[in-house]
């Protein structure tokens, strides 16, 4: 068995993190900027770290998900093969200059090495931090993607290969280099409970550690960073769920990190736990992602004619929006003269 350590997180408000109405945290250097309390724990700690978490900046899927709301972008426009990898849109490209001023600032404080998960939006997020810090180099982490749900299979959390992959680096002057196994085929992290995102989070930290980098950055999803806090303030040792908190798109927190290594016996007592716990939390997954897809047709109900059109027309591809014609059909018929066939003029409704 090799070693297995438990993490812990120091000096870190986490109200800052809680959730608000619009699902989202602040971007401020109040949230980037260590603490002086921070930094000296972490000077005093020389087996700490202090990891910089940056939310990915805005992309298509993020603006789709504001327009027509995540239960009908769930239900109909998730899988939809416009929203592959998205790029950054133009308001990503503006955060993502943003990012690149707020790590410059940093002084003393920047990150010696930048971890990115393998995702464009990602990749061009980190790429503006190596910017601001002065570096060309990033390294590429396959377990710092997005939490894939059960059932999940969202066209925007899938990769492209390692050769699209470097030539985004490329195109920049950066260099993209493997951190740890990178399959030629993207077999993502289909149906993961959150105990397994858990562990995966677990190894994202060892390769910090690993890397012998004091300061690091993590360039990341929304989703996988809610496991950060969990693994880190030991949520799991009380058995409470998943924190709920969040990241805005560009948004930047700072945290140190110590770990201590665990004995064989208290290994073995986890690991046990966590199947359990594994079961429990695939059958609460489920239940969500069916109130998910509930919700998403109240939601339908309560959309006016142009509403309806506009969801129609973002879904582009031929078969999403035979879905949705056959959706809307069932359960409000009145609507459907706003449905135009695929392919005729879609404006004749505005």
Not at 71 to 98: H, I, M
């Amino acid at each position: 068995m090799g070693d297995v350590w438990e993490y812990t997180f120091h000096h870190f408000d986490e109200g800052r993190l809680r959730r608000t109405n619009n699902d989202e945290a602040e971007l401020s250097l109040d949230n980037a900027t260590p603490t002086k309390e921070m930094v000296d724990f972490w000077k005093q700690e020389q087996d700490s770290i202090l990891v910089y978490f940056t939310r990915h900046c805005q992309a298509a899927h993020n603006s789709g998900n504001r327009a027509v709301g995540k239960n009908l972008f769930y239900k109909f426009l998730a899988r939809a093969t416009t929203f592959f990898d998205p790029p950054l849109t133009g308001e990503g490209k503006g955060q993502a200059r943003e990012v690149s001023k707020l790590y410059s600032g940093l002084k003393d404080l920047r990150p010696q090495k930048v971890f990115t998960s393998p995702l464009k939006r990602c990749i061009s997020t980190a790429m503006s931090i190596a910017n601001g810090i002065g570096q060309t180099d990033i390294s590429v982490l396959e377990n710092l993607r997005e939490w894939m749900g059960w059932d999940h299979n969202h066209s925007s959390d899938k990769r492209s290969n390692w050769a699209n992959v470097l030539a985004i680096g490329e195109s920049q002057n950066v260099v993209l280099e493997k951190a740890g196994i990178f399959p030629e085929r993207d077999n993502g992290f289909k149906n993961e409970s959150f105990v397994q995102v858990d562990r995966r989070v677990r190894d994202v930290l060892n390769t910090c550690f690993d890397s012998k980098k004091r300061i690091v950055a993590l360039t990341l999803h929304n989703r996988i960073f809610q496991s950060f806090p969990r693994v880190g303030y030991h949520y799991w040792d009380n058995k409470v769920s998943r924190p709920e908190v969040a990241l805005a798109n560009g948004s930047t927190i700072a945290i140190v990190i110590t770990r201590e290594r665990l004995g064989e016996d208290e290994v073995r007592r986890r690991d046990a736990e966590e199947h359990d716990l594994h079961k429990k939390e695939v059958a609460e997954i489920k239940r969500k992602l069916q109130q998910q897809l509930d919700d998403a047709d109240e939601d339908l109900k309560k959309m006016n004619g142009k509403q309806i059109q506009a969801l129609f027309n973002a879904a582009e591809e031929k078969p999403i929006q035979d879905r949705i014609r056959q959706t809307v059909l069932a359960d409000i018929p009145r609507m459907a003269e706003f449905l135009v066939p695929y392919g005729q003029d879609q404006g004749a409704h505005t």
